[in-house]
């Protein structure tokens, strides 16, 4: 199975920051990388698919990169409503499995 | 617009089953696999399996092999998905969502909280 490793695991951040999320695969998925949002007690976001292509509606301060085995989430110009736990996704086989979660949290 | 609606919140004892529904509207539903996914209080994201609407097929997660099946109704665009022997470790909430082979899980359903308790 492919392990999916979310780096740190928890930030804090002020608004206007750039905020950067690594997610690490154990082995090569090309750039089949998704990313969600989730804010408290609601349903995961979807961000990012294929790495870097932005979901429709996603404000543009987000960003994907990376293939292989590593990737990255940045977030620039934080906004309030921006503060959420992200996870990242990998689809290349089964089973799926999610990173453990970055909570991006106001400093 | 497309929509995935999930059954009611349930409560449930050891050793018992449940079945989650999840209705889907929107567009053609044998169109995109449905997939499960669960996340327990305070803790990630657990992927669970799949089903092709299309043909019925399934794929689960080697954890819950034996104790989950998914099915669908294409006649009523729901998939279901029911978990026996339940433990109190399975309490969660269930998701279901939308997925095609470029854009995973890009619409999900409002979620389904199992509490599994004496």
């Known amino acids: 199975d492919i392990q999916m490793t979310q780096s740190p695991s928890a930030m804090s951040a002020s608004v206007g920051d750039r905020v950067t999320i690594t997610c690490r695969a154990s082995q090569g998925i090309n750039n089949y990388l998704a990313w969600f949002q989730q804010k408290p007690g609601k349903v995961p976001k979807p961000l990012i698919y294929?790495?870097?292509s932005l979901q429709s509606g996603v404000p543009s301060r987000f960003s994907g990169s990376g293939s292989g085995t590593e990737f990255t989430l940045t977030i620039s110009n934080l906004q309030p409503e921006d503060f959420a736990t992200y996870y990242c996704?990998?689809?290349?086989?089964?089973?799926?499995?999610f990173g453990q979660g970055t909570k991006v949290e106001i400093k | 617009q497309v929509q995935l609606v999930q059954s009611g919140a349930e409560v449930k004892k050891p050793g018992a089953s449940v079945k989650v529904s999840c209705k889907a509207s929107?567009?053609?539903?044998?169109?995109?696999?449905i997939h499960w996914v669960r996340q327990a209080p305070g803790q990630g994201l657990e992927w669970m399996g799949w089903?092709?609407?299309?043909?019925?097929?399934?794929n689960y997660a080697q954890k819950f092999q034996g104790r989950v099946t998914m099915t669908r109704d294409t006649s009523i665009t729901t998939a279901y998905m029911e978990l026996s022997r339940l433990r109190s470790d399975d309490t969660a909430v269930y998701y279901c969502?939308?997925?095609?082979?470029?854009?995973?899980?890009?619409?999900w359903g409002q979620g389904t909280l199992i509490t599994v308790s004496s």
């Open positions: 929107g567009y053609t539903f044998t169109d995109y696999y």
């Open positions: 996704l990998h689809h290349k086989s089964y089973p799926r499995t």
């Open positions: 089903i092709n609407p299309n043909s019925g097929g399934t």
């Open positions: 969502a939308r997925d095609s082979s470029s854009r995973p899980f890009d619409y």
């Open positions: 294929a790495a870097s």
